[in-house]
């Protein structure tokens, strides 16, 4: 068998090669649960690159990039540093995978390529990671392994990513199924990849040749008019700047009692502790039920849990979710973004001891009690009321600097 013939029993394999060299564009990203690269300056909402309505910013980038230097750095046995990667202009090959990545995804947004909560959650049960003896670990094992990742991960973060993934593929293989590649490529390719030249060469020192020769003043002319541009001086510009006083622009204002408790008000979340909730939960599957019938047994089991019923033995008996099942349904400490949002925004609303309706999540039905709550109260504003203060008189002075600035370069 020829090389050639080799090369078309295998033609399916080099079509999808080849179409993944034409198709640059599209780059399936696989995030690897990543966390900032200490060189990037800018604020984290500056902006480096718009892909359509998308904006990159310093911050996402930066959680892109130290995530692969815990890659490489976890591969190499601590070796790789940012200086290593900035080197191998790593930083700008990940930026442009980046844009190449949404420029795909706004593509497949434009062709309407959609991937559904039940194409997201396959995917994640049957990757091994999330397997134990060929079965899905369960909802509490798999959410504890997303948060042991360095850095974690949220559920609702990794769901998405996957759901990025699987958007990517199906463009890819929407965009290459039509390619078809011939005889007549397939020889071409395998001439330029083999084809090979035996060259023999002499070479001659310039210097060798200079003795005797002069440049008229002729030659010089027309030389400088075919060069002219090698000669350019460089544009000069003589600058003049005004330095703004920020700080002293800052002692300049006081703000109002009504000021502070404004602030204060509107910005309540910044002063308030977090809830710290501990919840149990009792998983019903609906993927291989009747809807209608799983619906029916999950208010069932909130009844009789609402009457008395101990919560702990009905997950032991009911519940779908191996993970929690033998504990009782007990899901331990659950924090914001740790939970499916569908579930985190139920669990959180409950009051202590307080049992849920059914609460629909991509998982199946959950019924869920909060076993314990506490926090969710705010600091006093005496407490925090100076750093208000603080807070708005640098604000003031940002933006008289700012009114002054574009003032001074109008004039």
Known sequence: MTMLDGMRRHKGWLKWSLALVCLAFVFLYVPPLMDPAPELTGGMTDV???IGEHEVTVGEFRAIYLGQLQNYQAQSGGEITTEILRSMGIDRQLLQQVIDEYAALAEAERLGVTVSDAEVRERIVSLP???QNGQFVGEQAYLEMLRLQAPGTSPTQFE?????????ERLQAAVTNW????DDDLHEEYINRNERVRVSAISFRADDFREGLEATVEDVDA??????????VPEKRRLRFVILDVPALKETFTPTDADVQSYYNNNLDRYSEATTLRASHILLRTEESDLAEVQARAEALVEEARGGADFAALAQEHSDDEGTKALGGDLGLVAPGQMVPEFENAAFALEQDEISDPVSSMF???IIKATEKSGGTSQPLVDVHDDIVDLLKQESADARASALAEAIAAE
């Open 48 to 50: 480096l690159a718009r």
């Open 129 to 131: 990671s999330f397997q």
């Open 160 to 168: 998405e990513d996957v759901r990025r993934g699987l958007t990517l």
């Open 179 to 182: 390619i078809t590649i011939s």
């Open 223 to 232: 030389l400088y008019e075919q060069s002219s541009s090698d000669y350019l």
């Open 364 to 366: 199946g039905l959950h």
